[in-house]
């Protein structure tokens, strides 16, 4: 977790801390020492805060993260009290799975970050408004997909697709359609390549660019599977804070 401000890292480890799911492995108020720690942790999330960070300091810290390539890199979630969705849809340009924001209460807080750790996206309304109106199919194509008139998916692919527009993460995605969580990775590593797209949020704003999430075929998905939490959207549409959390 890397925050600049002290008390709120003090503040935000010790409630996390305090969660049995969640297991805090460092705070850093340094970019240095947040990155040097992160270069050996096996971490499954990184937590920055991007209040009063520029633009490219936010693409220093979270696109260097992203770079890292192997299983040991984690999954980044900005965390902001203040920034602005500017700022937020930065974070989402670096490589951040999300924005979480610190006035969450702490349930909310936490299946923000665990949502994250699953590989799940995670989006205050406003932020996930603005993204999906930037990104309208009359708006010029900012990640470069190809066009070709289709997606060119398989039928399961596109069952994938539905539901990861709807922001569920990868075992969530294998438990409603009875498969296993190895083989939605491979699906989504498929339509990946095949739609030349960096990464899962690229592909949850393509889905909802085109509509393909309304024409896929209903995919029946059980009630239990996504939990209703009122103030984070876990982007039906498609991570600020300072720490690594592993769970």
């Given at each position: 977790m890397y925050d600049p401000n002290h008390?709120?890292?003090?503040g935000l480890s010790s409630i996390l801390q305090e969660e049995a799911t969640i297991h805090v492995s460092g705070r850093f108020s340094t970019v240095e020492s947040f990155m040097e720690a992160t270069a050996r942790s096996t971490a499954n999330v990184a937590l920055v805060c991007i209040d009063n960070l520029p633009a490219p300091g936010i693409q220093e810290i979270i696109g260097g993260l992203t770079a890292r390539n192997g299983s040991?890199?984690?999954?980044?979630?900005?965390m902001s009290m203040s920034a602005t969705e500017a700022a937020h849809l930065e974070a989402l340009k670096?490589?951040?799975?999300?924005?979480?924001?610190?006035?969450?209460?702490?349930?909310?807080?936490?299946?923000?970050?665990?949502?994250?750790?699953?590989?799940?996206i995670v989006?205050?309304?406003?932020?996930?408004?603005?993204?999906?109106?930037?990104?309208?199919?009359?708006?010029?194509?900012?990640?470069?997909?190809?066009?070709?008139?289709?997606?060119?998916?398989?039928?399961?692919?596109?069952d994938v697709l539905a539901l990861v527009a709807r922001g569920l993460s990868n075992s969530e995605i294998a438990q409603s359609l009875c498969l296993s969580p190895s083989t939605v990775k491979t699906h989504v590593s498929a339509m990946l390549r095949s739609l030349d797209l960096r990464d899962r949020t690229q592909l949850v704003v393509y889905a909802h660019?085109?509509?393909?999430?309304?024409?896929?075929?209903?995919?029946?998905?059980?009630?239990?599977?996504?939990?209703?939490?009122?103030?984070?959207?876990?982007?039906?549409a498609v991570p600020a804070a300072e720490s690594m959390g592993q769970r």
């Open positions: 008390l709120s890292l003090t040991r890199a984690p999954h980044v979630a900005a670096a490589g951040a799975r999300g924005v979480i924001l610190k006035s969450y209460p702490t349930p909310r807080l936490v299946h923000a970050i665990t949502t994250v750790a699953d590989g799940g989006l205050p309304h406003a932020t996930a408004r603005i993204l999906l109106e930037r990104f309208s199919p009359e708006r010029a194509n900012p990640f470069g997909e190809k066009e070709s008139g289709g997606l060119g998916l398989t039928t399961r692919q596109r660019r085109f509509s393909e999430a309304k024409r896929v075929r209903a995919v029946p998905t059980a009630p239990a599977v996504v939990p209703t939490v009122p103030a984070v959207s876990t982007v039906p």
